[in-house]
Structure formats: structure tokens, C-alpha cells
């Protein structure tokens, strides 16, 4: 029987790679990104991993700007991306929703408000007049792409976010627009004029938002999943990526598809190394696992599908809510 144990090596690895400051990096490299961050943070509440969480959420206050926001990435803190993406720092309203699931400390909710407010100005900030959003904002100004998984996470943050405002009764107007199952299909989504459809996570991260339903599972399945290795990351390539492998059990689960949730779950576990944690991929034509990394939030994903479909803490899920 699956539980919290055998994914001790994953909450292990990473904080293993928190520094000091409370940054949690992608690996040994010392990349970092605030998404990749904000997930690793879901998944150390699932452990119930206080100390390292808090000092996760108080480094995103630190770094933010007056806008919420923060570079789009880093490595040993020296900015490698100069730019801001909007649902970067604003996936943070999930672990701030999850901790509150798990612990109901109210006190610490509302000391957050303040950081949670300004984050939530600034994503909002990036949605166009039709309902889109700017994917990026550099220098020169908004950057005139949307992409349909970075959407999708902002609406993920977006219901995080009036979540913890009832429950703090703050009176917080929900005047952000969400795309339709129509704008899914827009070419406005195809960032430089390409055609997103060869990425798994364009077709499973609206199943995170209850976009879709049978026949966009029945396509992902068959685009994606290779079967008892996982889901694929591009169509074309014969490569399975655990954190889309583990991202895709969560959709699946979240649209009631239970039992393919669970055996496509088990097709991550055979990858887990000696001292308890899992690599980003596999190359399986190759038989090689690639590339050579074992980043921290495939780790942080692995154990938010474990909880999804083997309920390790017997509390409501943020990322099913």
C-alpha cells in the first residue's frame, strides 16, 4: 500500500536544495524559478514541513517587487531571464491554500493578506481587454503572446486566491475573466504563430480547469501516453517526463478518471533511485534518463499526484479544489 513514506526521498531532495535564504532550487545547479518554487512548496505542506515552508513563502516576500512580481529565473541568484512572467509568484496562492487545508492557522492567512493582495494586482494586471493574458512583461512592455498553460495556471491561482479572501471575508471584487473552452481553441495560444497541440501540457493542464471532458481525454491518452512508461512530453519525442507524467494523473483524477490516474501513477514509481527520489525524464528509446538532472519540482509534483490519488493526508486537496 502506497503512503507518505515512500516519498520521504522527495521531500528530502527537496530540501536538500533549499538555501539559506529560503529559495528552493531546481537541483545542485542552483536554477531557480518562483512556479517551479511554489510547487515545491504544495508539496512540503503535504509533509507538513513547516520550518522549510515558511521560509519559502518569506523569501517570495522578500524578492517581489512592489508589483508582486519577480525575474522570470535565476541561477545562484544572478538573473538569467530578465522579464517577468504573471503566474510565476501567483501559483504561490496554492501552498498558501494548502497549508490552510491541512492546519486551519487563520492567523497566519491574514498575516499574508497584504503580500497575497499585491500579488494578486499584479497578475491581473497582464489580462487584455478580450480575456487573455500576456504571457511575459519585459522592458519594452507586455509581450504579445498567451499560452494556454500559463492561462490555466493563473486561473488555478485565481481560485486559490478568492478561496483564501472568503475565508478571510475580505471583500475582493472577482472581476478577472477566465478563458472559455471556445478561447482554448485559439490561435491567439500559438505563441509566434506555432501550433502548441505537440505539448501534453496544453492538453491536459485546461482538464486542471475543468475544461474538456471525454473526447480531450480520450485524445490526450492517445497523443501522449506510452504505456507503463507515462506521458510524454512532445509528441514526437520519445521522451516521458515525470512532472507532466504526474501533472496528467492529477487532471485525470480531477475529471473522475480514477482508475487510469492510479496505473498511470504506478508507471512513475519504477523510476525512483536508490536514495528515494525520481530523475525529470526518460529517454526511452535510448534507455537513458535525460536530461541528466533530478529536479526538485518533478519531485514536488510526484508527491501532489500521490496525495491526489492515494490521499496521504486525509485533508482537501488545493490542486483537486
Known amino acids: 500500500m502506497i503512503n507518505k513514506k515512500d516519498f520521504e526521498g522527495c521531500i528530502k531532495w527537496i530540501i536538500t536544495n533549499q538555501d539559506s535564504s529560503g529559495a528552493i532550487f531546481w537541483d ?35 524578492e517581489c517587487n512592489e508589483h508582486g512580481l519577480i525575474k522570470s529565473e535565476s541561477v545562484n541568484f544572478a538573473v538569467t ?8 509568484v501567483a501559483y504561490v496562492f496554492l501552498p498558501i491554500l494548502q497549508k490552510y487545508y491541512l492546519d486551519n492557522d487563520l492567523e497566519y492567512l491574514d498575516d499574508l493578506w497584504p503580500f497575497l493582495s499585491t500579488v494578486y494586482k499584479g497578475m491581473k494586471d497582464f489580462q487584455d481587454e478580450e480575456g487573455y493574458f500576456f504571457w511575459a512583461k519585459n522592458e519594452n512592455g507586455f509581450v504579445d503572446n498567451s499560452l494556454i498553460t500559463a492561462t490555466c495556471s493563473l486561473e ?23 478563458i472559455s473552452k471556445d478561447m482554448i481553441k485559439s490561435s491567439k495560444f500559438n505563441r509566434d504563430n506555432v501550433d502548441r497541440g505537440r505539448f501534453s501540457m496544453d492538453s491536459y493542464y485546461p482538464l486542471l480547469c475543468n ?12 497523443k501522449f501516453y506510452v504505456n507503463d512508461k507515462g506521458i510524454k512530453c512532445v509528441i514526437e519525442e ?38 528515494g527520489f525520481y530523475p525529470t525524464g526518460y529517454q526511452f528509446k535510448m534507455n537513458i534518463f535525460w536530461p541528466d538532472e533530478s529536479s ?5 509534483a510526484i508527491v501532489i499526484a500521490a496525495d491526489a490519488v492515494h490521499d496521504l493526508t486525509g485533508k482537501k486537496k488545493v490542486i483537486l479544489d
Request: glycine share 4%; hydrophobic share 40%; with cysteine.
Open 28 to 62: 545542485e545547479g542552483k536554477k531557480f524559478d518562483a512556479w517551479d518554487h511554489s510547487e515545491c512548496l504544495i508539496a512540503l505542506a503535504i509533509f507538513g514541513e513547516w520550518q522549510s515552508f515558511k521560509k519559502g513563502i518569506d523569501f517570495l516576500i522578500n
Open 81 to 88: 531571464k530578465d522579464y517577468f512572467e504573471p503566474h510565476h
Open 211 to 222: 475544461i474538456g471532458g471525454e473526447q480531450e481525454i480520450e485524445t490526450l491518452l492517445q
Open 296 to 300: 526538485t519540482w518533478t519531485n514536488a
Open 238 to 275: 520519445p521522451w516521458v517526463t515525470l512532472a507532466e507524467t504526474a501533472e496528467c494523473v492529477v487532471s485525470l483524477k480531477k475529471n473522475g478518471k480514477v482508475e487510469i490516474a492510479k496505473k498511470i501513477f504506478n508507471n512513475i514509481l519504477q523510476y525512483k533511485n536508490d536514495k
Open 156 to 178: 488555478l491561482s485565481r481560485r486559490a486566491f478568492f478561496k483564501i479572501s472568503k475565508i478571510l471575508k475580505k471583500n475582493i471584487p472577482e472581476d478577472m475573466r477566465f
